[in-house]
């Protein structure tokens, strides 16, 4: 009977200490769901005018459609020609290898393009958007200079805003 309510006991405990853990990570997850958290926080601290509703509902299609367009991974080019670069490596043969070179270097360059035409044009959407109200965009630029307005721009994309 000990036993019984031994393991009973440690039983409950457990569901309780993994319910108390679920609703923790839930909070934190809830906490960091709103991708405009970052920049509502950088326009109280601008004295900007807060986001619209409209101005919020904008912006979160931007950046679902901006992260929709992102390639999950390497195309299938790069990733085949990666795989004939290093098979050239082990066959030895430096001509098929300087090839491949050639060829991965122009498919990351031509994804490059892609990537940064895309987030110029994600910014720049922002950035309208932003000038409806108040021009939040250029009370943000003046708060924290123009390094820090790319950033926070860069944030709303998923990324640091990094050059």
Same mark, same amino acid.
Not at 140 to 163: M, P, Q, Y
């Given at each position: 009977m000990k036993q019984l309510k031994a393991n009973f006991t440690l039983v409950t405990v457990g569901i309780m200490f993994f319910s108390l853990m679920t609703g923790v990570m839930a909070q934190r997850h809830g906490a960091s769901a709103d991708p405009l958290r970052g920049l509502k926080k950088a326009l109280a601290d601008a004295g900007a005018l807060a986001l619209t509703t409209t101005q919020e509902e904008q912006l979160k299609t931007l950046i679902q459609a901006y992260r929709d367009g992102q390639p999950d991974g390497p195309s299938d080019a790069l990733q &085949? %020609? *990666?795989?004939?670069?290093?098979? %050239?490596?082990?066959? #030895?043969?430096?001509?098929?290898?300087? %090839?491949?070179?050639?060829?991965?270097?122009?498919?990351?360059?031509?994804?490059?393009?892609?990537?940064?035409? &895309?987030? &110029?044009?994600?910014?720049?959407?922002?950035? %309208?958007?932003?000038?409806?109200?108040?021009?939040?965009?250029?009370?943000?630029?003046?708060?924290? #200079?123009?390094? #820090?307005?790319?950033?926070?721009?860069?944030?709303?994309?998923?990324?640091?805003? *990094?050059?």
């Open positions: &085949a %020609a *990666h795989d004939a670069y290093e098979a %050239a490596i082990l066959a #030895g043969d430096q001509a098929a290898a300087n %090839a491949q070179a050639a060829v991965i270097a122009n498919l990351q360059a031509t994804a490059a393009n892609t990537r940064l035409q &895309a987030e &110029a044009k994600f910014k720049l959407d922002v950035i %309208a958007l932003l000038k409806t109200n108040g021009d939040q965009a250029g009370l943000l630029r003046t708060k924290f #200079g123009d390094e #820090g307005f790319l950033r926070i721009l860069g944030s709303l994309a998923g990324g640091g805003g *990094h050059r």
